[in-house]
């Protein structure tokens, strides 16, 4: 008998129990977050910010643990072969990241960061209400300072920038972003201006009757034929719509409602359905485990983005759904026919608002953050000079001047939550996205005419198959090149674009 | 310069940082409780109960660590003078008897009946709605098992019962409570038989269309009036009522709703405000310390009772809201009058629900269910033969026949929960209102006509300032004698029934 299997088994059994109970942490932790969003008092939110602390103080600790460092270490030097076929070569590869990464980071800045995004996120929606930077800039200032200090702590090799980067999109670098949006961002500019010197003026948008009632059946409708399972989740109301992951059998959609235009709750649930089938396709026996988590936060929104764009913005889609909404709504949108509406939910013109933007002009949006957040983590930009740096940028970009902060820098949520570094995955999910629909349509030549019959399920299997059920087993660039047989590439995008566009606009 | 003083404060830091951290933990299980009845998808149920007994097991190493303990006893030494006016001293001698309690129990134990209660609130729910006992009998067996191996390891002098009661009402003992009832039960079933022997029909419920929406605004204004800040809570939807402290400046009220009975929501929503206004109460800077901690169940279920019953059901209270509740619903309360809806509301009759009993007959409910508990915790008693025992005292109680277990041994959630022992400070609650009701007349002989007037706040004010404010400074007796003068006693609440129903059915 060999007497280092069972060592190696037991100790292994060790380090799960430990990873898991910070998964499980985690779990909680985002439930916090859940409710924070939905349902807290207001005055909740000085108990919820010392919770949040305690508890990403706890995973830490837990990670970070000599004893959870001697295990990492000696269980990744034995476990063979380190192939990602081997469950426990792919779980000790994502702890000893996990753990190499967590180490560097001292608890007392891991809770500081903690406790000051809860605080920064009250001061950043007072500061939006009221469209006054001010009122975030002191805090902002504080979180800037602290995400630069956790970057210096994590260490780098050409920019701090990356230490942050590679949280959300593991071995991704400033420079090979840099690299797409090079590729991305003058082929987009150049379909806003083709489109905008068509002459044609930018359709209307949906307005009408649409009772909130109403569209709640239909959301749930359009999200369970795509897949969610509604018994392991549910659709609240909030600000800035997210999904989220409680734990297997609990995958959460939120989302918000303009009683004059159901698509704005409509592909905001979308989206987020995208994330929430890939949390619930998740395999549940590995939760706890890598094997359980999605691989990156750029392959996540690669989903999101497929569900709520490359899916639900498709002619074949409302082939199948446009009679349905019609008869939802009598009245509202028949006059539009389907090619108007068509026109309308994909109308394409430079706005101010990133969440409400087109998939032309949203990779500008998202090049727009990219370039202040790197120039700040990288110590180039001042947090107080971020509004006219924002509003100089949008100029170019967009050749559009920014009326205040509130349709600037202080729309979007993720700053004050000190998730720098994060807004360039969108940008990979519309890469990779595109990537996906090109090999998805060489695997089911038929999809576009089961799409046009209300089956979606071609869409999400394959989803299913070739992404979610590996959870971490292959990096994300792995995982690509397995499923599409190429390297990231901005091309897929730019053709997909193009094509649509040049059809819609044609 | 004193060289033991700075060591002092220093340890007593260290001890307060342990208890505070399990305090927040605390916190955070409740909101996930809250979560479970509230909103929390049906497929959540198994992450929900590993999320619980995580937390269960974490919250008890904190407090029975070897350095807890040696800091708790060292320090208990220590402080002096050990008088309820020190701070010091009330923290440590709730410290030592929390770590006494907790040090005694097995984190196996903890953690499985965290999980078990989990699993047997599924099982219980399932067996309520089919009214099927058998579906619930496994899981129950095995609740009563860790629950006497639990009394086991708390130890106990001439009950394992008292050893499961002094945790919901420290001091406590199950002959004490049996002497309670003895007083109690024979006077109450007298007014019972003098009511029915009147000869008069009890009235029938109110009975007419009463909007959800309407009674939310209702309930939302009684339990303003009544003290309750709504910018620190919120009232949801369950199925059985409760109310919950996430932490300062988040408590919750939860009800269920009627809408062809008002009284249902609204005095759910009275009995949950009266444990609210007292977690509002408590002195925020002490959280996380005894001193911003209820005294006891027994206190927190008086305060309870106390705005349900003696101010909800009160003449004087109708006379304000009854003008309001009949402008809010036109037509369906009028017919009524004053007199007829206060007959209505206060309507004597034995009958199978204890959430649903009158004053009179509810004390009755509870000493059936602590005899019945009492019993499976002393071995009397096996868990399959609970419907046989509970339908037989019922008879012998009540003079009816029980349909079904759902009205029956299935009706409450409570045991699903394990929570044996709970069931009494109910009815310590009532005795403990009606000691308060005779003490607070005595300081405010304006208060009948205050709160006919629409002022609520002699009773807010005097509850805040007489018991809500001092957290745990003292134990339970000691603190009901600063107030009332007066040692326990079942005197003044059946003074109080005899008074009110006499004239009620004069």
Redesign the interface.
């Known amino acids: 008998m060999d007497r280092e299997r069972p060592t190696f088994t037991e100790k292994f059994r060790q380090l799960k129990e430990i990873f898991s109970?910070a998964a499980?942490?985690r779990?909680?932790r985002r439930?916090?977050g859940w409710?924070q969003e939905t349902?807290?008092?207001?005055?909740?939110?000085?108990?919820?910010a010392?919770?949040n602390a305690?508890?990403s103080e706890?995973i830490h600790e837990r990670i970070t643990s000599r004893r959870t460092g001697g295990l990492v270490e000696e269980l990744f030097e034995a476990v063979s072969p380190k192939v990602p076929e081997n469950d426990h070569f792919v779980c000790l590869r994502e702890w000893k990241r996990t753990y190499n990464r967590q180490a560097r980071l001292p608890s007392s800045l891991v809770k500081e960061l903690a406790r000051q995004s809860v605080i920064a996120h009250k001061a950043w929606a007072e500061a939006r209400r009221s469209t006054d930077f001010s009122l975030f800039k002191p805090v902002f200032k504080r979180l800037v300072q602290l995400s630069r200090q956790k970057a210096m702590c994590l260490g780098f090799e050409h920019s701090p920038y990356d230490a942050l980067l590679d949280e959300y999109e593991p071995g991704t670098t400033a420079r090979e972003i840099n690299g797409f949006f090079s590729d991305l961002v003058p082929p987009l500019q150049a379909t806003v201006y083709k489109i905008a010197g068509h002459g044609t003026c930018p359709p209307p948008p949906i307005s009408g009757r649409f009772p909130i009632e109403a569209q709640r059946v239909l959301v749930r409708l359009a999200a369970t034929a795509l897949g969610y399972?509604?018994?392991?989740?549910?659709i609240?109301t909030v600000l800035h719509p997210f999904s989220t992951r409680?734990?297997?059998?609990?995958c959460?959609i939120t989302t918000r409602w303009s009683k004059s235009d159901f698509t704005e709750a409509f592909f905001a649930v979308l989206h987020e359905t995208g994330h929430a089938v890939y949390s619930q396709n998740l395999p549940k026996e590995h939760?706890g485990t890598p094997l359980g988590e999605s691989v990156s936060m750029g392959i996540h929104e690669s989903q999101s983005r497929f569900y709520e764009n490359i899916v639900g913005r498709s002619r074949h889609f409302w082939k199948y759904f446009f009679p349905i909404v019609k008869g939802m709504f009598p009245g509202e949108i028949d006059h539009l026919g389907l090619d108007g509406f068509l026109k309308a939910i994909n109308r394409v013109r430079p706005y101010f608002i990133r969440v409400e933007a087109d998939e032309v002009t949203y990779n500008l949006h998202v090049y727009l953050r990219f370039v202040i957040e790197r120039e700040l983590i990288e110590g180039k930009l001042e947090p107080g000079d971020v509004p006219d740096r924002w509003n100089s940028l949008f100029m170019e970009l967009f050749s559009l001047e920014v009326p205040d902060d509130g349709a600037g820098c202080l729309q979007d949520v993720h700053w004050s939550g000190a998730s720098f570094g994060y807004f360039p995955t969108y940008t990979l999910g519309n890469i990779y996205a595109a990537m996906f629909l090109k090999a998805l349509r060489q695997d089911f030549p038929g999809l576009e005419s089961a799409m046009e019959a209300g089956d979606f399920s071609p869409v999400f299997h394959y989803l299913k198959e070739n992404i979610h059920r590996h959870g971490q087993r292959y990096r994300p660039v792995e995982l690509l090149g397995k499923v599409t047989g190429d390297k990231p590439s901005a091309a897929p995008l730019v053709e997909y674009i193009d094509k649509k566009y040049s059809e819609l606009y044609c």
Not at 39 to 48: C, I, K
Not at 229 to 234: E, F, Q, V
Not at 246 to 250: A, L, S, Y
């Open positions: 109970q499980h942490l779990g909680i439930l916090l409710d349902y807290m008092p207001g005055n909740g939110q000085e108990n919820r010392e919770q305690l508890l706890m399972n509604p018994a392991s989740g549910r609240d409680i734990g297997p059998g609990d959460r939760y």
